[in-house]
């Protein structure tokens, strides 16, 4: 699976960056998700298995939020940026208040969960379907 991950106005380019994008055999699909103060919305996403997706997920709240999903972003075991405060000790990405997050990727057929780690934050959830 390969990984492209901007925060903050940087982006750093996770997993072998060739292969997998174009191998798939579809254009580009592209996925909006708001992170506000206690939920994602959408929280049920469908996509399809057959094309590369880039997931934007975007802070509209007023909380800090986290977005992890650990069989989809960690999958190969690779390191994620972990530069600010916030984000020690936690295995999700933050995402400040205005801020976004953009994942690259083509991930196979799966139903993948994806939550916000922050404390108080435990009804958060979302779910990605690839078919």
């Known amino acids: 699976m390969t990984r492209l991950i901007s925060v903050n106005g940087r982006t750093v380019i996770l997993g072998l960056v060739a292969a997998a994008l174009f191998a798939c055999d579809g254009s580009m699909q592209t996925v909006s998700i708001n992170a506000e103060d206690f939920r994602f919305t959408p929280d049920l996403v469908r996509v399809r298995a057959s094309a590369p997706l880039t997931l934007s997920v975007y802070n509209a709240g007023r909380e800090i939020h986290e ?24 295995p999700g990405i933050v995402i400040r208040p205005g801020e976004s997050l953009r ?13 916000c780690r922050r404390k108080g934050h435990a009804n958060m959830t979302g779910t990605l379907i690839v078919e």
Do not use: R
């Open 103 to 115: 994942l690259v990727m083509a991930p196979p057929a799966g139903t993948y969960l994806y939550i």
């Open 67 to 90: 977005f992890d999903s650990p069989i989809l972003m960690y999958a190969p075991k690779t390191s994620l940026p972990k530069d600010t405060p916030e984000s020690a000790g936690s």
